[in-house]
C-alpha cells in the first residue's frame, strides 16, 4: 500500500479558496449546522462501515448539538470531541479510511467552537470519502479528483443553506 495523506487538498486549491470564502459569510450556527449535517449524512456513515459498534465519532457530533441546544457544557463537549472521536482516529493508523472519517466527524463536531475547523470537514472529509470509493491503491491523482469533487459538493451543501446577507458572519483568520 502507498503511503496515503491523512488529508487532501490544499489552502490555496481553487476549491478550498472558494469554499473559505462561502464560511466567511455565515454565522458559526450556519457553519456548525452544515458541516454536523454533512459529516452526519456522508463521512460517518463511512467510519460505521470500517468500525461497527464504535459510536465515538457520532457520540462527538451528537454533543456540539447538544451544546448549541444547551444541553451540554463547552468543557464536556470538548472532552467528547478530543478523548472519544480523535481518540477513536488516533488508534486507526492501520485504517486510513476509517481514520480520516474519524477526523473529518471530530472536525466537523469540533465547529460549535471554533468555524476554522469546518476546513477539516473538506481536508478529512474528502481523503475519507476519496480513499472508501477508490480504495488504498490509487495514485494520486484519482485521490485528488475526489476530493475536487466532493468539496465541491460540501460547497454545494453550505450554499444551500447559506443565510442571504448574514448580519453576523464569522471573524475568520485561517492561518494558511
Same mark, same amino acid.
Given at each position: 500500500?502507498p503511503?496515503?495523506r491523512k488529508?487532501l487538498g490544499k489552502?490555496?486549491?481553487l476549491?478550498?479558496v472558494?469554499l ?6 455565515q454565522?458559526k %450556527?450556519t457553519i !456548525?449546522?452544515w458541516?454536523m449535517?454533512?459529516a452526519e ?9 470500517h468500525? *461497527?459498534g464504535?459510536?465515538? *465519532?457520532?457520540a462527538?457530533?451528537g ?6 441546544? &444547551?444541553v ?9 470531541? +478530543? $478523548?472519544?472521536? $480523535?481518540? !477513536?482516529?488516533?488508534?486507526l493508523d492501520?485504517?486510513p479510511?476509517?481514520?480520516a472519517?474519524a477526523?473529518?466527524c &471530530?472536525q %466537523?463536531?469540533?465547529?460549535f467552537h471554533? *468555524?476554522t $475547523?469546518? +476546513?477539516g470537514?473538506a481536508?478529512? &472529509?474528502s481523503a475519507a470519502? %476519496?480513499?472508501d470509493r477508490a480504495g488504498?491503491n %490509487?495514485?494520486?491523482?484519482v ?5 475536487a469533487i466532493?468539496?465541491?459538493?460540501m460547497? &454545494?451543501a453550505l450554499r ?5 446577507n448574514?448580519?453576523?458572519p ?5 492561518n494558511?
Amino acid at each position: 500500500m502507498p503511503k496515503l495523506r491523512k488529508m487532501l487538498g490544499k489552502s490555496d486549491s481553487l476549491y478550498i479558496v472558494s469554499l473559505m470564502r462561502l464560511i466567511e459569510t455565515q454565522s458559526k %450556527a450556519t457553519i !456548525a449546522a452544515w458541516c454536523m449535517d454533512y459529516a452526519e449524512a456522508f463521512i460517518l456513515p463511512i467510519y460505521e462501515k470500517h468500525c *461497527p459498534g464504535d459510536n465515538r *465519532p457520532c457520540a462527538a457530533l451528537g454533543a456540539a448539538r447538544d451544546w448549541f441546544a &444547551g444541553v451540554k457544557k463547552l468543557p464536556e463537549v470538548k472532552q467528547i470531541i +478530543l $478523548h472519544e472521536c $480523535h481518540a !477513536a482516529a488516533r488508534e486507526l493508523d492501520d485504517n486510513p479510511v476509517a481514520q480520516a472519517a474519524a477526523r473529518a466527524c &471530530g472536525q %466537523a463536531a469540533a465547529c460549535f467552537h471554533t *468555524p476554522t $475547523h469546518s +476546513l477539516g470537514l473538506a481536508f478529512y &472529509g474528502s481523503a475519507a470519502i %476519496a480513499y472508501d470509493r477508490a480504495g488504498l491503491n %490509487a495514485e494520486a491523482a484519482v485521490y485528488d479528483e475526489i476530493a475536487a469533487i466532493e468539496c465541491a459538493k460540501m460547497e &454545494g451543501a453550505l450554499r444551500a443553506v447559506a443565510v442571504e446577507n448574514e448580519p453576523n458572519p464569522v471573524k475568520i483568520n485561517w492561518n494558511c
